[in-house]
């Protein structure tokens, strides 16, 4: 369910594309099934392509990668979270609209 400018992200790849990328890395922790996560989809896909070059933005599916969904306690989707030098800049529950998004990755550039 990743785009073109959006990259899947998984147990196996997140301590390299999202713990020590050198970028801002926005990730949104999805499944399938959630129709939430479905409605912000597009919404995750415009932001990957506005912030091309300047953030990385990744999907990961909390039903195949349960490691990193247990460590950063994510009992809700979607959820995402905004890491910034391999830390959690921001959290966000449920769904939320795209200025949420755009405000705290302003902040973190």
Known sequence: MAGNNVM????????????KSDKPVLVDFWAEWCQPCRRLAPTI?????????????????TDSNHATASKFGISAIPTVILFKGGQ??????????????????????
């Open 45 to 61: 896909e415009k932001l990957a392509g506005d912030y091309t070059d300047r953030v990385k933005v990744g999907k990961m599916d």
């Open 8 to 19: 899947q992200i998984t147990d196996a790849n997140f301590e390299q594309e999202v713990l």
């Open 88 to 109: 959690v800049a921001q959290k966000f529950v449920g769904l939320r609209g795209e200025k949420d998004f755009r405000d705290a990755l302003d902040a973190a550039l």
